[in-house]
């Protein structure tokens, strides 16, 4: 077997895009597809994950990721975005295709898949963050992959760091997610141009225009007010970090989701910052590196594929 | 080989005292001892240990757990109460004993005690918060104790829950430790006895003596002032393991320390309720078990122990 061969196809189902590829042994996507998330349809998500394995790799192992909350036993429990609650979605994709199929959450998958072919290779303590409309995460730690009793591990998004403080979408308040994702530096931006004097070029952006890649945008580009707003999500982006490093000691953190991309040049350094001022012991011990992630919005179907390609190993 | 053979010796070094037991294959204490730990005294330190070894089980393998950090190589980097710093405890220990010596932070060696003779048997996933002077802390998920690269995971008392907040005693601000800590309780109580009226028991105790030890006899007395102290001492608990069981997904989440015996039946309902308002999928995943720890201050020997003896076996 050469390493162009390929291993095992890998799905990503996202709120609004489903991504597959044909993963080889490297990691690498030797063919993909894209469409359109069926949502609050679970006859038509299994109908159109099978058509896309049975496309690009009959009789293959195939791993999928899911936004939401997946069991042990690849049973997708909730997905907001999907509007699904308890698909047997391993057992229903297993009847269709007689292969081995594994299904986790998507912030697993892409872990798994920076560890195996992207940032995090050769690394045995990862905590990894992903900055997007929300905040995700995933842990590796000791090699194994934290994910709990009940699959819910690595709700990184949701832990609190400022009591009583921001209203989060998951409507408590304080918790990383309401001061670090792309919507609160949305919310943030707007706030403050309501708030503050000062020129900034966002004040030129149209109402509806202005997101958290609008603001990242107007940073790189030298503006000072935008840069700051962002700056404000990377002291966040630390606080959380400060947490999770003392709670893992991880050798690594990746930054991945829509902003490490783009915002990780402003970000990462301002969270480090926290990080270095904060972490306990902090003269006995090696600051963790921080670093974007490197497989952007492909590390989900590598990570499903090589996940589905070790579960048919072990088997 | 009955179940009552000692198996091993283990050794818990506080900060004050230093505990010495020989413990047989189910985990019970079989034999103690109990010295002054020698401070800022390292060779002092290897001697009282290799004598209590020599005394309780020669050629038996050594576990011991110093309250500090202790890297995988067995060595103290830094034990602030202890006044030492990088220490080769083990290899000083196995140069003097040519026994098995497995070196370990106190935290983790008490939860191993647990899960192995306490509130924990049986369980993979355990997260467990020592309220004493301090809020320490250790994690077993995955049936793996989360050490991390340096050997300093499971720093539980110094994740940011109120940035910004409180003062800890590690120099930040916000930690849980700030909030939970039988310091933080007495503090707490200081300053509401000072800012508000109302009448309570602890008004009669003298200054010297309002600790936090007072404000649980108190609180267990009926006193209303002390109970509120105590309910938002638990409540801030509760936050931090908001954040916890969010991030590993527990079946068990352990409280122990100089308050579990005393302060849980007040401290873990408080920390309960806003487990149970604030987790993350609260409708889709069951709540953690919440009970106090079992062993209290035997669990570090114990676990040191049965630790050392799971080292012993592997090699």
Redesign the interface.
Known sequence: MTDDHILAVGVDVGGTKLLGAAVDATGVIRERTRVTTPVGDPDGLVATIAGIAGELGPDLPLGVGVAG?VSPDDTV??GPNLDIRDLPLGDRLRAELGTTVTVRNDATVALYGELRAGAGRGS??VVMLTVGTGVGGA?F??G?L???????????G????????RRCP?G?RGCLEAYASGTAIEERARERLRDEDGSSALRDVATDALDGKAVTLAALDGDAFAHEVLREAGY?LG?GM???V??????LVLVGGGAAATAAPILLPAALEVLGD?L??IG???L?TVVAAELGDDAGVIGAALLADDAAGAT
Chains 1, 2 share one sequence.
């Open positions: 909350i429990r909730y045995e303590h842990v730690t000791h194994t934290v994910e709990g009793r009940n699959g819910m591990g690595g709700e990184l949701h832990i609190p760091i400022v009591d009583g403080g998951c408590n966040y606080v400060v947490g999770l003392n709670v893992f000691d991880p050798e904060r306990l012991g006995h011990r090696p963790p």
